[in-house]
């Protein structure tokens, strides 16, 4: 399985950057994709530009893999614009119909508006399937940083293998719906509102 692993922060030296690292190194063996959207890799999405060398590439990215995980921090309740603007390159073509696991970060105990901003605003054109479960990371810079673990440590390693072996699941159980979907999908590329 290709997995494409997304850091959503625009900030360098994130938690999300570091956990998108961690996730990668623990439950991908580092071999999934590691897309840090704080590296700039897509300008700022203004309707033109889509022959771009930058854009060609991400998108390739995105149409390689074959699930995502998107490691989103929670910035005053809201996801950061640099995530959103990804989905205003990326659509249907590269994404649908492929699992994605969303993360939530959190420098406190809240991370979960993103979770339900993410599943509201950016499926829709994109087509991305988001799995019923997700995880959030809450008091991030604590966690899975002490060589003994704590109880949360174990606990969202374990939660956290439990999600990856979904995700796993899902993206082997899509990949002929997503063929089919794809030559079938004709006039419909956008979802309905």
């Known amino acids: 399985m290709k997995t494409l692993i997304i850091s959503a922060s625009q900030r360098a030296d994130s938690q999300s950057s570091r956990i998108a690292g961690l996730l990668n190194t623990r ?19 203004d ?7 930058d854009v060609k590439a991400v998108k390739a990215r995105a149409l390689a893999a074959d699930a995502l995980v998107l490691v989103v921090p929670e910035w005053n309740g809201m996801a950061p614009s ?3 603007n990804f989905f205003l390159w990326c659509g249907a073509a590269e994404l649908a119909h492929k699992p ?8 406190g105990t809240g991370g979960a508006y993103v979770i339900n901003e993410m599943r509201t605003s ?9 799995l019923p479960e997700h995880l959030l990371m809450r008091d991030v810079e604590n966690l899975w940083v002490n060589d003994t673990p704590t109880k949360s440590d174990t606990y969202l390693s374990e939660r956290t293998r439990y999600a990856v072996n979904l995700l796993e699941a899902y993206a082997k159980a899509l990949a ?18």
């Open 47 to 53: 309707g033109t530009g889509f022959d771009r060398d």
């Open 100 to 107: 994605a696991l969303l993360v939530g970060v959190s420098a």
């Open 27 to 45: 439950y991908f063996n580092n071999s999934a994709d590691l897309l840090d959207l704080a590296a700039k890799p897509l300008p700022e999405w």
């Open 176 to 193: 002929p719906v997503r063929k089919q979907a794809l030559e079938t999908m004709g006039a419909f590329t956008n979802g309905m509102s």
């Open 122 to 130: 950016s499926y829709k054109n994109s087509r991305l399937l988001y």
């Open 82 to 84: 640099a995530v959103k």
